[in-house]
């Protein structure tokens, strides 16, 4: 065994939670999930990695303000290591940065896919939570990442359009690739008695067609004070720390933090990987043959 292989062992022991945040439609509010959660998570004494996992569309560095030299991109093609590209954020969570309009990001080929997982597993940090901010929609990088990571995380609002995209979303991971536990956040609502409801609404349709457990696991207000953050590009969690939807973006992270851990190395952001590349190819093995 080289010493690269036999560091790759010892990484794998370190087990990391890995929570695909995603959401069907765009405009649900995800990414403002995604970078508060983190950076609760973070003051909890987290250490956390969030990926900018919007390939083509990249966001989370705009929403915070910072100033990205290089991305996901020029490690694919070869200029420097993930270490390199990866972002403080303000919240003190790591952020890896995606681009933004460029349509081969999207469409990754396997030898990049293989260069993404050698760039995650040649990491020397180690974190306890990979927190996956996707892409809005269905495509087929979005299902990769969310039936590849152990939790998935759904965010929806009180729109029609919001619940029909989070049903369809949750009807393909759940009849195309096996998932069944699901959690949601109801995010901008007035009331917790409106998120509840609105988690009623959603379970109702999943009960009656699909064989899945939905769970409510926060309840985020809309706050003004989170539009205030987004204008400054700053974290509605540090500038207006006891603003409602700042309590509950704790409370959420407070949860995540009580979700178990699995007991085989498959939580390791390599394993992750491998599995998101894994399936892909499987898939497309199946496609093959038919």
């Known amino acids: 065994m080289d010493q690269a292989s036999g560091l790759r062992q010892m990484k794998r022991q370190s087990i990391t939670k890995v929570v695909a945040v995603t959401g069907g439609k765009g405009g649900v509010g995800k990414t403002n ?49 993930l270490k390199d590209v990866l972002l403080e954020g303000p919240g003190g969570f790591k952020i890896v ?4 309009g460029t349509q081969s990001m999207v469409e990754l080929t396997p030898a990049e896919h293989a260069s993404l997982i050698r760039a995650f597993s040649e990491l020397d940090e180690e ?15 979005v299902l990769s990442f969310s039936r590849a990571a152990q939790d998935v995380m759904v965010v929806v609002c009180d729109e029609p359009t919001s619940i029909t995209d989070a049903y369809a979303l949750i009807k393909i991971l759940s009849r195309d690739f096996g998932l069944f536990r699901f959690k949601i956040v109801a995010n901008m609502v007035r009331s917790l008695k409106e ?4 988690f009623t609404k959603l379970s109702r349709v999943t009960d009656r067609f699909l064989d899945v457990a939905l769970e409510l696991v926060g309840t985020v ?31 959420l992270a407070s949860k995540v933090m009580t979700w178990p851990i699995p007991s085989r190395p498959g939580g390791h952001v390599e394993f992750f990987l491998e ?14 043959t038919e």
């Not at 940065?97 to 933004?100: E, H, K, L, R």
Request: net charge negative.
């Open 275 to 288: 599995q998101l590349i894994g399936d892909k190819s499987h898939v497309g093995s199946e496609q093959d």
């Open 127 to 141: 974190f306890d939570v990979l927190i996956i901010d996707t892409a809005a929609g269905i495509s087929d990088m």
């Open 195 to 198: 998120g509840q409801e609105l």
């Open 221 to 251: 207000p809309f706050d003004e004070h989170v539009r205030q953050a987004v204008r400054k590009q700053k974290l509605v969690v540090d500038v207006f720390p006891r603003a409602p939807a700042s309590v509950a973006f704790k409370a």
């Open 33 to 81: 999930v995604s970078i508060n959660t983190a950076a609760a998570l973070a003051q909890a004494g987290q250490r956390v990695l969030l990926l900018d996992a919007d390939l083509g569309l990249a966001n989370v560095d705009v929403l915070l303000g910072l100033r990205v030299q290089k991305n996901l991109s020029h490690v694919l093609a070869g200029e420097c290591e």
């Open 97 to 100: 940065p995606a681009t933004s």
